[in-house]
């Protein structure tokens, strides 16, 4: 089976546990205005890759990542989820732990099939109004919330993240809001603020495409420490 893969990273340390591989996938339904990744947001005919092939690299860095894992991420992996689970079997009968990390958009009975074999998701929770998430995201709210529904009725391991970017969701009233919308989720182990960065500027450059964030500065370390321990202290995980 074929899938759109961008690239293959091979020594991750902060999508998931441990020392991971991770798999980027080509296309996403989703517009953030602070996306890292717009080279992904595409499919190219051209970078579509056999399942066997891409185990084969992965398996290739076993030594380093078999106390770690595997993530997917994107772009949107959901997309791919018939090509993923593929992969994924291979995996696993090498012991592998394996993630992947989504926005919660696409839900169908692919992305069920391949949800009930991995071990972690990562899901990213954009913002906490719909207002907000249709506006910066041109997503649903609701749909991430139904996406994290299903995930505590599998009673699937899940860490939600939130990408904290100044003058959009760096107030004490988004974490409040974030603490109430994940609380009643048996599912949900970690809770984890990431800061909004300017490194991307170079890729929107490249492909011509205007970065609506390009004025807004890198998210303080200082104060996202000080809304994390907030988020903590409210969810007590």
């Known amino acids: ?17 441990g020392v991971r591989a991770v798999v980027f996938t080509e296309g996403c339904p989703l517009r953030c205005v602070y996306c890292h990744n717009p080279d992904t947001w595409q499919r190219s005919e051209n970078d579509l890759a056999e399942h066997t092939e891409l185990a084969e690299k992965i398996l290739r ?10 993530t997917f991420s ?9 090509f993923i689970l593929e992969v994924v079997k291979i995996l696993k009968n090498r012991g592998l732990h394996i993630a992947i990390d ?3 958009e696409v839900y169908n009975a692919s992305v069920e099939r391949l949800l009930a074999e991995i071990d972690l998701v990562l899901l990213d929770i954009k913002m906490t109004d719909e207002e907000s998430y249709k506006k910066y995201t041109g997503g649903s709210l609701q749909r991430a919330t139904e996406f994290l529904g299903r995930l505590d009725e599998m009673g699937k391991d899940t860490w939600v993240r939130h990408v904290v970017v100044p003058g959009i969701n760096d107030t004490a009233e988004d974490i409040e809001r974030l603490a109430e919308l994940v609380r009643p989720y048996r599912c949900v182990k970690r809770a984890e603020l990431l800061p909004f960065k300017t490194l991307c500027r170079e890729k929107y450059k490249t492909l011509g ?22 988020l ?4 007590s995980l």
């Not at 074929?2 to 020594?11: A, E, F, T, V």
């Not at 860095?61 to 595997?70: A, F, H, M, N, R």
């Not at 903590?232 to 969810?235: G, H, I, T």
Request: hydrophobic content about 30%.
């Open 1 to 17: 089976m074929k899938g759109h893969i961008h690239s293959l990273q091979s020594l991750g340390t902060v999508d998931g546990p």
């Open 209 to 230: 495409i205007p970065f609506a964030l390009e004025d807004t500065p890198p998210m303080s370390e200082s104060i996202l420490h000080e809304l994390q321990a907030m």
């Open 102 to 104: 989504t926005c919660g």
């Open 74 to 82: 994107g772009g949107e992996p959901c997309l791919e989820a018939d």
């Open 232 to 235: 903590d202290e409210k969810l």
């Open 61 to 70: 860095l076993y030594p380093y990542i078999k106390d770690g894992g595997v």
